[in-house]
């Protein structure tokens, strides 16, 4: 473990109600029962009880994030930055209401996912970018940390809120993925809202398209492995990349994550990247942590980033933290790759590390107040 | 580390000649170098000269597979049996000569996988099966261990060897997997062989369709989860899952893995299994091991399993038979799947492991005969 950060771990759920301060003296006395035995027994009863007559706000945790990358407020206009901070907040009123009413982590991620995915401003859903045939493909995923069930749907052009579908994938079907045109006869079949291709243009992300096959018409690079040269890399990944995604805790204790994304702009060859790979930009185990990824999707892919993570957690006995800096600011950049993630644990601590300039994130927690960050 | 298998490590690469008893001898010296200090330095010299003198072969290790499932000796005939064994020696004969000249871990697995794929018997590339619709839709994975490189293709149906495809998306493209047409579009620009559909058409396999349709019109299964009536679980996996894959150690140290496949027979919906799916299907790291699975994929993705086996021993520091064994003997069936991988680490140890009643499997290691296995 000496490779690893020494980062200390900042607890982004530390309690401050006086409900929280009992539930801690409990967890103290529970800690020295050994040592004080049938008194302890004795008084964390006593405490146990007083706690159920208040009926606390039982535990809950939502995070989101609209993607990362080269986001700087020198470049923000009041107005733009006002729409990204309204949508995610949106997205964290939809999903934490449903946290609030006991309802399950995975309503709430697909609740969150869906508002970013119908809000032309991400590149997911509605605001998904285009290929280089002109085509919006949108991938998605979902997992369930109490099951390990998954669902997955790569490809496709016509399904409004791919999470969904990814949901039914997972739900109502034996498979965990699903691509292209068998994927949208499933989402058909399964009354997923279909979508005329054409739904899927806005404006911006057209001039994007057409700004990406200039430059990729312009540079050539080289692999820095194989020293040969390739087609060509994203000269400028803010309009290229982006993706949505939600992690959750529930007051169930179960966790969930999901991830949307419209790929990558003047993508050819029917690239797919990690935001449908579970185990790369999703994963989600009541064991360790859910984990939502965003950035250049090949190199997530490599690290298997998102359960490289749980891993660290589970096998290596690490805290999120320093196994999500570990991994975002250390493994990630050493090969090549940038990007962030969001990350809630078992315990409702979390992670939004990012190695880029920005990126659009938000997390809500029981009784507290919605925050929403965009910059370094 | 409590829960994991207590299962002895079988060590199956223990060294039997004299330069390997050599290499333990100083092993055994180096490891009490603290003790003796420069006496043990100076013997330690001796002996390393002494083992240059001898110029002995330098470790290599190839692994092979042709898919698990319920392959009992009762229903082989010997004709079939020989036929298996014989395109395992071949795929085993073709990897280890490359490994044996001094090329590469990545030539090794590939050369072997394409001898596999060639094959009618197995389920890759000519011997594909059919998908619902009548088509060979084909996937495949390579990691390259050094680097943690890797390409993979789903749903390919006109390119002869997926794996080498595979191996193009990784050396010659930015990206790690394309899919469908944009996949096959790619392996036309790259010069890969491009075949009819009607060359993947074997009469065995059409066969196997229709069983299958037979066998899904009749059944409807009812998920462990959620409790609900779901599209048809495969009833006899036996002619409906299978792959085939390759891990290699080779004598630079370097490790790779690759996995092919033409899916599950009777598929819909574009579904992609494990096998194009990097950290599940197919994984190597030279810090720890190269891994390709075969089975039941759902399973395989949700418990990303190939990296899970790499992170118990880099971040858990299991071993490679006890890490393999806690998922697929324990793991993967708790959860309700079924399969098996080939896997060997760093240091050139093996396991292949599979709780299926067999698995067609192969290895062969410097100057040691080719070992060719089917049964339990």
Chains 1, 2 share one sequence.
Request: charge should be neutral; proline fraction near 3%; charged fraction near 25%.
């Amino acid at each position: 473990m000496k490779r690893l950060s020494s980062a200390v771990e900042t607890d982004l759920s530390k309690p401050s109600s006086t409900t929280e301060g009992n539930y801690d003296l409990i967890t103290f006395l529970e800690r020295y029962r050994t040592s004080f035995n049938g008194l302890t027994l004795i008084f964390s009863l006593f405490f146990t009880i007083t706690l159920s007559a208040q009926q606390p706000q039982k535990k809950y945790v939502l995070v989101i994030h609209g993607g990362a990358g080269t986001i700087l407020k020198s470049q923000m206009t009041p107005e733009k930055e006002k729409g990204y901070t309204d949508a995610l907040n949106e997205a964290l009123e939809k999903g934490s209401a449903i946290l609030n009413q006991g309802g399950s982590a995975l309503d709430a991620v697909e609740a969150s996912v869906r508002i970013l995915e119908d809000n032309p401003l991400f590149n997911a859903g509605k605001g998904a970018v285009f290929t280089n045939e002109g085509k919006n493909e949108l991938d998605a995923s979902i997992m369930n940390g109490k099951t390990l069930a998954a669902g997955a749907i790569a490809g496709v052009t016509t399904i409004k809120n791919p999470i969904s579908t990814a949901r039914a994938v997972m739900e109502k079907s034996p498979h965990v993925m699903m691509t292209g045109r068998g994927a949208e006869q499933f989402a058909k079949e399964q009354g997923q809202e279909i979508m005329d291709p054409s739904y899927f243009y806005t404006e911006d992300r057209w001039k994007g398209l057409q700004r990406a096959k200039q430059d990729d018409a312009e540079t050539i690079i080289v692999d820095s492995i194989t020293k040969q040269s390739l087609l060509k890399q994203p000269e400028n990944k803010d309009y290229k990349y982006g993706t949505v995604g939600a992690v959750a805790l529930d007051q169930h204790g179960n966790l969930a994550a999901a991830t949307s994304t419209g790929g990558m702009t003047n993508k050819k060859f029917g690239r797919i990247g990690d935001s449908p790979i579970i185990g790369a930009g999703t994963y989600a185990n009541n064991k360790t942590v859910a984990i939502s990824g965003t950035g250049w999707g090949e190199y997530f892919i490599r690290l298997v980033m998102a359960k490289t993570i749980s891993d660290m957690m589970e096998f290596g006995k690490m805290k999120l933290k320093p196994a999500a800096d570990e991994m975002i600011m250390k493994r990630l950049p050493a090969l090549g790759g940038d990007g962030g993630l969001i990350a809630v644990d078992k315990d409702g601590n979390i992670a939004m590390p990012f190695c880029t300039e920005g990126m659009y994130r938000g997390y809500v927690k029981e009784g507290g107040k919605k925050v929403v960050l965009i910059y370094k």
